[in-house]
Nanobody, 124 residues
């Protein structure tokens, strides 16, 4: 059974940075596309970023492009989300997720396994 555990969330001031980590167990995810979603208060869950199995091909939502960076260390079965220039609207629970595919054919579909989420709160 695949388990994803996110960490690194917390409270930060606007303009600050946080780095989220997602550690996978129960499966070698080196051939899985991995991603991050978020759900803000009163909002639907939305796509944030994704990386193909190689970590080189990446995708971002327009709202975070240029501020967030997704990366992965397949040897450690871990994916990261570096978040810079944080804004109050980035406040959300951030979820790590994975696909049983090596490339990201759709940012909004085929996400099979999910973590429990980590809270990020940005104060203005």
């Amino acid at each position: 059974q695949v388990q994803l555990v996110e960490s690194g969330g917390g409270l930060v001031q606007a303009g600050g940075s946080l780095r989220l980590s997602c550690a996978a167990s129960g499966r070698t995810f080196s051939r899985d596309a991995m991603g991050w979603f978020r759900q803000g208060p009163g909002k639907e869950r939305e796509f944030v970023a994704a990386a193909a199995w190689n970590g080189v091909t990446t995708y971002y939502s327009d709202s975070v492009k240029g501020r967030f960076t997704i990366s992965r260390d397949n040897a450690k079965n871990t994916v990261y989300l570096q978040m810079n220039s944080l804004k109050a609207e980035d406040t959300a629970v951030y979820y790590c997720t994975g696909q049983l595919r090596d490339w990201v054919y759709s940012a909004h579909a085929n996400w099979i396994y999910w973590g429990q989420g980590t809270q990020v709160t940005v104060s203005s």
